[in-house]
C-alpha cells in the first residue's frame, strides 16, 4: 500500500514546501482530563512547529506541546505527519483545515468571526413556533410524540405535574418527558429542547 502511494504521489507530481507555514486537516480531537483539548493534525503542507499559532474551524491557539505517533514529544513536524497537539481552545470536529499563522491576534480575530458566523447560522435554521401553531400540527398528525422539559420551583410541583401529564388521555399524541428539575429555566434547559426539538413547561420560574 505504501509503495502504491508512492508512486501515486510520483506520477502526480505532489509537492509540498517545508519552509512555509504549516497547513493540514484534523483527524480527531477530543478532551482529555489531565490535558484538555488533544488535537490529532495530520500536516500536508509546512512545517508545524511549538509555540505556532494556529486556527482551525472556529478555535485557535499556540503550540504548547506536540506528540509524534510514538508519543514522544517533538519541536517541529514536516509533511505527512501526524501529530497530538495540546494549545488549541477548543475541540474542533474531524476533517476540519488547520492554519499556522504568524500572528496571534490575527487567529485569534479570525476564529472568533467564525465563532460569531456559526452562531448566526445556528440562530437562522431554529425555527420558533406558537403554541397555536403547535395545536395545529398536533391536529394535522403532523407531529406524533411531544418532548417536554419541566421545570419547577418546588419538587413537590414538579411531580405534580409530572404526575398530572402522566394520566392525561390524548389519543392524537405521545407525551414524552425528557428532563425534569428544580429551579429556573436555563441555557441549558434551552440548548436540549432545540437539540430535541422539545417543549418547555415552566411553572412559578422564570
Known amino acids: 500500500l505504501l509503495e502504491m502511494i508512492l508512486l501515486e ?33 495530520l500536516i500536508q503542507n ?5 509555540n505556532d499559532n494556529i486556527i482551525v474551524g472556529s478555535y485557535y491557539g499556540k503550540i504548547r ?18 501529530v497530538e497537539v495540546l494549545g488549541i481552545s477548543g475541540v474542533p470536529r474531524a476533517g476540519e ?12 480575530d479570525l476564529a472568533l468571526r467564525r465563532h460569531e458566523k456559526e452562531r448566526q447560522e445556528q ?14 400540527q398536533i391536529q394535522e ?19 405534580a405535574i409530572k404526575e398530572t401529564l402522566n394520566k392525561l388521555n390524548v389519543s392524537e399524541i405521545k407525551l414524552d418527558v425528557i428532563h425534569e428539575a428544580v429551579g429556573n429555566i436555563n441555557s441549558s434547559d434551552v440548548i ?5 426539538n422539545a417543549l418547555i413547561l415552566g411553572f412559578n420560574v422564570i
Do not use: C
Open 97 to 108: 483545515l488547520f492554519f499556522a499563522l504568524e500572528d496571534e491576534k490575527v487567529a485569534r
Open 141 to 159: 398528525g403532523k407531529i406524533k410524540d411531544l418532548k417536554l422539559i419541566i421545570k419547577a420551583d418546588v419538587q413537590g410541583s414538579l411531580g
Open 192 to 196: 436540549l429542547a432545540v437539540a430535541s
Open 9 to 41: 504521489a510520483q506520477m502526480l507530481e505532489l509537492k509540498a514546501n517545508p519552509k512555509r507555514l504549516a497547513r493540514g486537516v484534523v483527524i480527531e480531537a477530543k478532551i482529555s482530563k489531565d490535558r484538555g483539548p488533544v488535537s490529532t493534525l
Open 123 to 136: 440562530i437562522k435554521t431554529v425555527k420558533r413556533i406558537s403554541l397555536e401553531d403547535l395545536h395545529a
Open 46 to 50: 509546512g512545517t508545524l512547529r511549538l
Open 65 to 82: 506541546a506536540m506528540f509524534d505517533d510514538h508519543a514522544r514529544a517533538i519541536a517541529a513536524a514536516g509533511v505527512s505527519l501526524p
